[in-house]
């Protein structure tokens, strides 16, 4: 089973990747046999398959490192059934933020770097999404943020929300979003969120 680890910024006399969650001397030996080594669309990276650094409810989420480019990533990776689907609209709705919004009118939404399917011998699917690396999840830098300003939690938060908030517009912007709204019954509806600009279902939420 996978560790979590949290992402921390550790002091070491050896050089570690930009973000400072892992020594680069450590990352490219190639007899550590945690350190996986794989190519994603056009980017070649390496990730340690025993720790990752945060989970959704499709997948798992590992710290990467791109050594060409010195930079780091972050590696969604997917082997649910049930999320097969959710993972593709995902990949389709960030490559088409890719291709149709200029990097200055998206601060506040990553990039996809890369994305692959993969089928077994057992004919079971695994998915890979590579994606630039923004640091440690919401909640984790929520907690960290609150820590260091106790006694200005409110203002703190605020800056939290607000930030959220502007990515939220920009994501708004470039995909044009509709949502449509059917009532089911007293206490059910069923929304139905689609963009006029990318052929890709985004979500259906049941509303209880």
């Known amino acids: 089973m996978a560790q979590k680890v949290k992402f921390k910024r550790a002091s070491s006399s050896q050089e570690r990747c930009v973000c400072g969650l892992c020594i680069i001397a450590e ?21 340690r398959a025993g720790v990752n650094i ?12 791109i050594p060409a480019e010195r930079k780091c990533a972050a590696l969604k990776i997917s082997k649910r059934n049930g999320s097969i689907e959710a993972i593709r609209r995902e990949a389709a709705i960030l490559q088409y933020v890719n291709e149709a919004v200029e990097d200055g009118d998206r601060s506040h939404i990553i990039k996809l770097l890369g994305y692959k399917e993969m089928v077994d ?32 939690g409110k203002i ?22 509709e949502i449509i709204i059917t009532l089911e019954s007293r206490y059910t509806a069923f929304f139905l969120v689609k963009s006029h600009k ?4 985004v979500k259906k939420f049941i509303i209880d």
Do not use: P, S
């Not at 959704?56 to 990467?64: N, T, V």
């Not at 930030?163 to 044009?176: R, V």
């Open 121 to 152: 011998t057992h004919q079971r699917e695994t998915l890979y999404l590579v994606m630039e690396f923004g640091g440690m999840n919401l909640r984790d830098y929520f907690n960290e943020r609150i820590k260091k300003v106790r006694d200005e």
């Open 156 to 177: 703190e938060l605020t800056k939290i929300i607000r930030g959220a908030a502007i990515a939220l517009e920009q994501f708004h912007k470039c995909m044009n979003f």
């Open 54 to 65: 945060g989970f959704g409810a499709f997948a798992l989420i590992y710290h990467a490192y």
């Open 27 to 47: 990352l490219m030996d190639e007899d550590n046999e945690e350190n996986v080594r794989v190519t994603i669309g056009e980017v070649n990276l390496i990730y």
């Open 198 to 201: 990318c052929c890709v279902t």
